[in-house]
Structures are given as structure tokens and as C-alpha cells.
């Protein structure tokens, strides 16, 4: 799987944002999709996965409530809406696929796409 990640900016406390990535390479739907991200100094963060299906979900905590993940198997896309954006939202974010949801969750993911910055000023 191939994965294009875009979308990221520069953006004020209390501001939206909405991640794409686009897929390629293999069937998309039968693939868990996901995002990590990382900060300067800190270790990687999963922050949102999403069954092939699209049924099933799961949030960060930190996150929880103001993400939302969602796909469109017909595009090969998913998405991370980002709202009521945080200073310590500031990071690299990365799109991930892999078979398994659990190890997405885990923070772990067989294929990654290049990240895409997300810069939020208080």
C-alpha cells in the first residue's frame, strides 16, 4: 500500500483542520487505515484507526471528542477531521494502513505514508 498524506498547516488554538491521504497499490478495503503522530522531543502517538469497513473506530484520548476519522473505500480515501485544535496538537502526522486494527491501535502499522505537518499557535 501507498499512502499520500496532505492537508496539514499552520493554524490557531480553537481552528480546524481535515487530513487526507490517499491510497494506492493494493485492495484499500481490506485494510485497517490509522494516524500516529509525532512531536519534536516525543515518541510516536497513535491517534485514530478505523476498520476496513468503516464500522469500527478508535480515538487517542487526548484526541477523543474532537477527531474524527472516517474513509471512502471508492476514493481510497481516508480522512482526519481536526477540530478544537490544541498548542500540543503540534506535530508530524502520519497516515498508516495494515491488516490489523488491533495493532494500529497498538501503535504499530506495516505501511506508512510521509507525514504531513500540523503547526497549532495559541
Known amino acids: 500500500v501507498q499512502l499520500q498524506a496532505s492537508g ?3 493554524v490557531q488554538a480553537g481552528d ?3 487530513l487526507s491521504c490517499a491510497a494506492s497499490g493494493r485492495t ?3 485494510v ?3 494516524w500516529f503522530r509525532q512531536a519534536p522531543g516525543k515518541e510516536r502517538e497513535f491517534v485514530a484507526t478505523i476498520s476496513y469497513s468503516g464500522t469500527n473506530t478508535l480515538y487517542a484520548d487526548s484526541v477523543k471528542g474532537r477527531f474524527t476519522i472516517s474513509r471512502d473505500n471508492a476514493k481510497n480515501m481516508v480522512y482526519l477531521q481536526m477540530n478544537s485544535l490544541k ?5 508530524v502526522y502520519y497516515c498508516v494502513a495494515d491488516i490489523s486494527f488491533i495493532r494500529i491501535s497498538g501503535g504499530e502499522a506495516n505501511w506508512w505514508g510521509q507525514g504531513t505537518q500540523v503547526t497549532v499557535s495559541s
Open 32 to 34: 485497517s487505515m490509522g
Open 28 to 30: 484499500f478495503g481490506g
Open 16 to 18: 480546524s483542520l481535515r
Open 8 to 10: 496539514g498547516g499552520l
Open 87 to 91: 498548542p500540543e496538537d503540534t506535530a
